[in-house]
């Protein structure tokens, strides 16, 4: 007899794993966020209150750092390396993480009576007056440093077949918002060009890019950046059948 297949698990008893196992990824990480939110917030509060607000009012602390936290977080994640905003997102995300954290041990000084809150220190007051405005102000701007890109695509041609005197009708709109890189026989527009060779030279490189990741990279809509993606895999294709 060979001990060493008896001490050898059998394939079905390694994959048979426990349901709340899988399911602790999955529910697990939306059960931290509510707890640590709820933690922190009292915190937040109470700092709210010290620099002047009514207890009602404070709320709005705990409230505002969680949205800025959680919208910097997001955009600095979904936001290609070298897109426009990305990096003020990042910043945005470190400070709004920083000021989460030194909210609670400032607070529990003063809760705990290591430092006086009667009245409030002079650089309490006037930094926790400045969160509101600065979050709000930084969220203005991570907002219109992609909105305000996406819109300058629209005053040029988008294809090779369009020119300033022909404007498509009703009845040809459908026919001319199909990417050109379809048909071989028609080139690329030189207004394009740029933007499908910056988008090739990253599919060459393995790169696996998204309708929005290279309206991101090219500071364009999404639908622009939708068609010259199509056209930079259409090139793409093209050279490696060659």
Not at 121 to 143: D, E, F, K, Q
Not at 213 to 231: F, I, K, M, P, Q
Request: hydrophobic share 45%.
């Amino acid at each position: 007899m060979n001990i060493r297949n008896l001490r050898k698990p059998s394939p079905a008893a390694v994959s048979r794993v426990p349901k709340w196992v899988d399911w602790l990824p999955r529910g697990g990480w939306p059960v931290v966020a509510v707890v640590v939110m709820v933690m922190c917030a009292p915190g937040e509060h109470q700092l709210a209150q010290l620099a002047g607000w009514d207890h009602r009012l404070a709320w709005g602390m705990p409230v505002c750092l969680i949205a800025y936290a959680g919208v910097a977080a997001t955009v600095a994640t979904r936001r290609q390396r070298g897109a426009q905003g990305r990096l003020t997102a990042v910043v945005g995300a470190v400070v709004s993480l920083a000021a989460a954290m030194a909210a609670q041990p400032v607070s529990h000084l003063f809760v705990t009576g290591y430092w006086s809150a009667a009245p409030a220190p002079v650089w309490l007051v006037v930094s926790v007056s400045c969160v509101p405005p600065l979050v709000l102000g930084h969220l203005m701007h991570v907002a219109a440093s992609h909105s305000v890109r996406g819109e300058t695509p629209a005053v040029r041609p988008s294809h090779g077949d369009e020119s300033p005197a022909a404007v498509p009708t009703r009845e040809t709109r459908g026919r001319v918002s199909r990417p050109v890189s379809h048909t071989p026989s028609q080139p690329v527009s030189p207004t394009t060009q740029p933007e499908v060779t910056q988008l090739l030279t990253r599919l060459k490189d393995g790169e696996k890019l998204t309708a929005q990741g290279a309206a991101d990279l090219l500071g364009v809509s999404r639908a622009t950046g939708g068609r010259r993606l199509t056209e930079a895999r259409a090139a793409l294709s093209k050279v490696n059948g060659s």
